[in-house]
């Protein structure tokens, strides 16, 4: 009988778009060589152009989904993401109380569009409930500015913002510095306070990168079930990501999605397959 492969749990909101969220979650751990499972916290009505709704789901069932998947099949690694409301935070921050899994937090605030994912009266539940349960937490810079107040406008605030982000409790604050337009390269710091990690990869020019947060923090948490040290998952799941922006389509009449399966090469019109 085949050993399954790691065990990951994403518990996080639906793109109906198949861009970001659980889709995104699912495709990036596949892709990584994970069987990835699901907790869905939210539905969203959602394509290119942005999000046109969007309804939580009773903390019940978030709870059900979560107990039915951890005390049977069990986790090696958990992400989050969208949590829309502070009920759902604290929520899925009480069931991730006793887990020894790693945990990767997307502090999910708002969607590529700028449409709000996470009520406003959630931010302090973040703060004092989620992020002190966090392996690595993953914010932009907006979220950033969100959390901590923290506004980045060059490279060299990204430490003091990893700082800020420390505070709340994770054990490392990846600060993702795509967003700045003051370098040719995409520069994230990864930090736990001590150590500092810079991360470097070119920046390609390709507006289609819907998903990217969500496909960096699934593909963190799938390195993390399979063993690696946290600078190294990281690390590997930048490369992954930056490939994957680089290899973004279009779709629809707005921002396409990154392309989760680049790796995996795609099927000619003669029938063979491309790498």
Known sequence: MRTPPPRVLTVAGSDSGGGAGIQADLKTMLALGTHGMSVLTAVTAQNSLGVQGAWELPAEAVRQQFRSVVDDI??????TGMLATAELVATVAGLLDGLTAPVVVDPVGVSKHGDPLLAAEALETVRAELLPRATVATPNLDEVAQLTGVRVE?????????????AYGPRWALIKGGHLGDGADAVDLLTDGAAEHWLRAPRHDNRHTHGTGCTLAAAI????????????????????VTGAIAAGFALGGGIGPVDHGWRLGRKTPGGGFEL
């Not at 069990?74 to 992400?79: I, P, R, T």
């Not at 060059?154 to 420390?166: M, N, W």
């Open 74 to 79: 069990g986790v090696q690694a958990v992400k």
């Open 154 to 166: 060059r490279e060299a605030d990204l430490p003091r913002a990893a700082e800020a982000v420390l």
């Open 221 to 240: 948490a799938a390195r993390l079930a399979q063993g690696r040290p946290v600078p190294e998952a990281v690390a590997d799941a930048k490369e992954y």
